[in-house]
């Protein structure tokens, strides 16, 4: 059986450059849990931890169907509350949907029958809060960034710069893709993909 690579069938969905470029995404379904929580805090670690254990449930479900996957990288959009600058709001305040896309043959019924084997065999509660939505960006600027996720300004500032010399206007989150582990690389080899959907 050959397994469905999804990084390997989308390559402009998961690779970017330093400078910024322009492209469409395509819609997309993922596993998706939110909060709201500093990135190194409890919550979101859990959250991370709830959501890997239902792809991996749903892998097992659908490669017993025939249908094998590899499961994609992390994903999060980040915001804060409509009046308020990112930059300027405590961490705890931070609100974030992780996300893991998922191949078209995924169904709610292998995402159900997942959650329910997660908190019945692994105990892990928060895997309730793991859904499958529908996701469409459509137009977007992305680029890569390499190093801290704190030290990210300097790679969204050419998103922004990008944007307003192109005439465009923000049109949802802020986006990152973790081509990364951060458990396995070294802080200042990290490589994430940053993306806006603009209109």
Partial sequence: MEKINLIKEYPTYYKANSQPVELDIEPI???TISGIGAPDGE??????????AVAYTVKKYCKSDGNDF???????FWWVEEGLVFEETPQSDWHWQL???????VSNDHVDQAVEEVIKMKKVILANEVQLKPI???????VLHRGSYYEEAPSINKIMEYIKMNGLEMNGHHHEIYISDPTRTAEEKLKTIIRYAVK
Avoid: D, T
């Fill in 29 to 31: 379904n993922c596993l």
């Fill in 43 to 52: 919550g979101f670690q859990s959250s991370i931890g709830a959501l890997y």
């Fill in 70 to 76: 590899v499961v994609p990288k992390l994903e999060a």
């Fill in 99 to 105: 996300m893991i896309r998922m191949p078209e043959f």
């Fill in 136 to 142: 469409h960006e459509g137009k977007s600027v992305q």
